[in-house]
């Protein structure tokens, strides 16, 4: 008996040795979580755990109402937090990596849908515990926090307050110039952004090319179809990169943006 539990004791260490953690599975290059172009100031203040920053825009817009993006692609989902983070969403990337968005005015995206890069995910806002329009933003691994990193770059050290650091944003900067081919079934009005309701001109209906896509105000019809989705594009009557919704496009479905091919029509 004496020989048999050494025998083991001795198995339980052999085992013991060839059990080794799992390998670190290396993080998704993030990009800012604002749109390309834009240029935010960021801070860190002892309340945020999970090692977070809050971003408020520093470039001479306005931080309210700008688009959140996502800063890697991977699954979306949403949640509310009345007392804490409001409306928020938290995006897994795969490997254990997710990152949070907070204090959202609005979700751009349904739950558990896939986003890609740079995707709009919702509208940065002072949803639940805040006290000015923000982005809280979390960069998580297995569930802990870890120091932001944007574009394989450390943020750290944090500043204690705004204007001391600044970030400045390469996501979602493709497709500007690459022209993407869209069937329209009716002439679109068009307008100087996604969010003016004073018309400019217009997109005859047919075959036309846009650039990319912006969010922006509810297109709806009396039946029920809708999009938030703008395309910039050259208008066959009135001035160049104009935007026209895409709700006229004569494919796919409410909230999409894509061209004949199937191709997602990228963010501008």
């Not at 048999?4 to 004791?9: A, N, V, W, Y």
């Not at 949403?78 to 979700?107: P, Q, V």
């Not at 639940?128 to 809280?136: E, F, L, R, V």
């Not at 969010?215 to 160049?240: C, K």
Request: hydrophobic share 35%.
């Amino acid at each position: 008996m004496r020989r048999l539990r050494i025998t083991l004791l001795g198995l339980a260490a052999i085992l013991a040795g060839l059990v080794t953690a799992p390998p670190a599975h290396a993080a998704p290059l993030f990009k800012a979580p604002f749109p390309c172009g834009q240029t935010w100031t960021y801070s860190h203040h002892s309340a945020e755990v999970r090692l977070a920053l809050d971003f408020v825009r520093s470039d001479g817009g306005a931080t309210a109402g700008t688009p959140v993006l996502a800063s890697a692609a991977g699954t979306a989902y949403r949640y509310y937090e009345a007392g804490g983070a409001g409306n928020y969403i938290a995006i897994d990337h795969g490997g254990g990596w997710k990152t949070y968005y907070f204090h959202l005015a609005s979700y751009a995206v349904a739950n558990g849908s896939y986003v890609s890069q740079g995707q709009t995910i919702g509208a940065t806002g002072s949803t639940g515990n805040s006290t000015g329009a923000h982005i809280h933003y979390e960069q998580l691994y297995n569930g802990s926090g870890q120091t932001i990193v944007i574009n394989g770059t450390s943020l750290a050290p944090y500043p204690g307050s705004y204007n001391q650091k600044y970030l400045a944003s390469d996501n979602g900067c493709g497709g500007g110039t690459a022209k993407y081919w869209v069937d329209t079934f009716a002439n679109a009005p068009g307008y100087a952004s996604a969010t003016s309701t004073a018309q400019t001109g217009t997109l005859y209906a047919g075959t036309n090319y846009v650039f990319c896509k912006v969010w922006g105000r509810e297109i709806r019809d009396a039946s029920g179809n809708f999009n938030h989705w703008w395309l910039r594009t050259d208008l066959d009557v009135g001035p160049a990169n104009q935007y026209v919704s895409a709700y006229y496009l004569s494919r796919w479905g409410n909230d999409e943006a894509r061209d004949n091919n199937g191709t997602t029509i990228p963010n501008c």
